[in-house]
Structure formats: structure tokens, C-alpha cells
């Protein structure tokens, strides 16, 4: 069975912090990853994905196999990232299920 | 305008009511999606469908059934079977696997 597990329900940092939102699957095939965000009073949109490898918004994310993580990171956060974020799961193949972690609520402070 | 439309926003419902949540796309997707949204749960799956006529289970289907009849439509129906059916409905759309998932703007359902 897939499972995404995000260890942190809250996360505050100070604006201009790092931040590090944690992160954690278990599945044994080759899983593709992503982050998906949801702004105060919006839709759920993607971030980012392992896959493409790129940053979105100063985030980064590294899929680490051994460690089966997938951690998202921006060095200075600003107050307009706060926001949900949900870490996903798709199984790969031709199975098109899509697990998401419980999410971190990241805040921003001035 | 393009995107994935859920009716109604907010619904209300005495218990031991069938209700269906309507979600309609124009993207030309191929697989569809239903999550629920709880407070502390995440996004937990409901059921998926990766084609016509062909849906799928998700971790949390019971009292829940679906169909996907036409391409572009997926409505979800709560049985009176669920046994907390309150709560938020979102649902998604993809072309497939490892493509941008799109959502819409959920539906919120209170039964009392």
C-alpha cells in the first residue's frame, strides 16, 4: 500500500527563516512526487513535481530514494508563503491513484 | 473557461438522505477524481476513475458510489450508509498518471 506521511501539522517560521517541510512515503515501486499548495481562499494547485526537477517560487524539492523523503525547502521564506502543503504520491505505471499526506499549515511570520 | 466545476457549493441534508455532488470537467481529462477534506485528515480518496465506464476504490469508499457515464462528468453520491458524511468534497481531474492534477472548488456538505 502507498502512504505519505508529513510529521508536521503546523510550521512556523520567521519571514527571511529557511523552512523545511518534511516529507516521507512508503511504496515500493518507483513512485513520482509532487507538492501541491492551497493559498488562503483558493484551489489546491501544484508547486511542484520530482520530475521536472525545477523550482517553483524559490522551493526545491529532492526525492531521496534511500531515505524514501521528499522534502520541500525555500532558504528564505516569505510571508506569502503561507499556506497548506500537501506532499503526493502517484504509484507510476498505469495505475493512476494519487495519495496525499495529511499537510503541514506553514505560517509566515513579519 | 476551462476547469473542473462542482455543484453545489453548499449542501444540507437530513440524515439517512442519498445525496449527489456533481463535478463536471472541460479539460478533455481522462481520469477523475473524489477526495474528502477533514480538518487533521488531508485529502483522503474516495474513488477514481482513469477512463470511461471504469472507476476504481479509493482508501475510504465505503458509503460512497460513483459512475462515469460521459468523459466529462463524475458525480458522487453519499449514501446514507456513511456514517460521517459531513464534510468537504473536492474533486480532480488529470489527462493521467504524473500529469498536474486540477482541482475544483469543492463542496461542502452538512447533513443533520
Known amino acids: 500500500a502507498q502512504r505519505v506521511t508529513q510529521p508536521e501539522k503546523l510550521l512556523s517560521v520567521f519571514k527571511g527563516a529557511p523552512v523545511e517541510l518534511k516529507c516521507n512515503y512508503s511504496?515500493?515501486?518507483?513512485?513520482?512526487l509532487f507538492w501541491y499548495v492551497q493559498y488562503s481562499r483558493q484551489r489546491l494547485q501544484l508547486l511542484l513535481r520530482h520530475i521536472s526537477r525545477e523550482s517553483i517560487k524559490g522551493f526545491t524539492a529532492d526525492l531521496n530514494k534511500g531515505e524514501t523523503s521528499f522534502h520541500l525547502k525555500k532558504p528564505f521564506a516569505q510571508e506569502e508563503d503561507s499556506a497548506m502543503y500537501y506532499c503526493?504520491?502517484?504509484?507510476?505505471?498505469?495505475?493512476?491513484?494519487?495519495?496525499f499526506g495529511k499537510g503541514t499549515l506553514l505560517t509566515v511570520n513579519p | 473557461d476551462g476547469g473542473i466545476t462542482q455543484s453545489p457549493k453548499y449542501l444540507f441534508r437530513k440524515e439517512g438522505q442519498n445525496v449527489t455532488l456533481s463535478c463536471e470537467q472541460n479539460?478533455?481529462?481522462?481520469?477523475m477524481y473524489w477526495y474528502r477534506q477533514d480538518p487533521g485528515q488531508g485529502l483522503r480518496l474516495i474513488y477514481y476513475?482513469?477512463?470511461?465506464?471504469?472507476?476504481q476504490k479509493g482508501d475510504i469508499a465505503e458509503g460512497y458510489s460513483v459512475s462515469r457515464e460521459k468523459k466529462e462528468s463524475f458525480p458522487l453520491t453519499v449514501t446514507s450508509a456513511q456514517k460521517n458524511p459531513t464534510a468537504f468534497y473536492l474533486c480532480?481531474?488529470?489527462?493521467?498518471?504524473?500529469?498536474?492534477?486540477?482541482f475544483g472548488e469543492g463542496s461542502w456538505l452538512t447533513v443533520v
Open positions: 511504496y515500493s515501486g518507483s513512485p513520482e
Open positions: 479539460l478533455n481529462h481522462d481520469a
Open positions: 476513475s482513469q477512463i470511461v465506464n471504469d472507476f
Open positions: 480532480a481531474s488529470t489527462r493521467g498518471p504524473g500529469n498536474t492534477i486540477y
Open positions: 503526493a504520491l502517484y504509484s507510476g505505471g498505469s495505475n493512476y491513484k494519487l495519495t
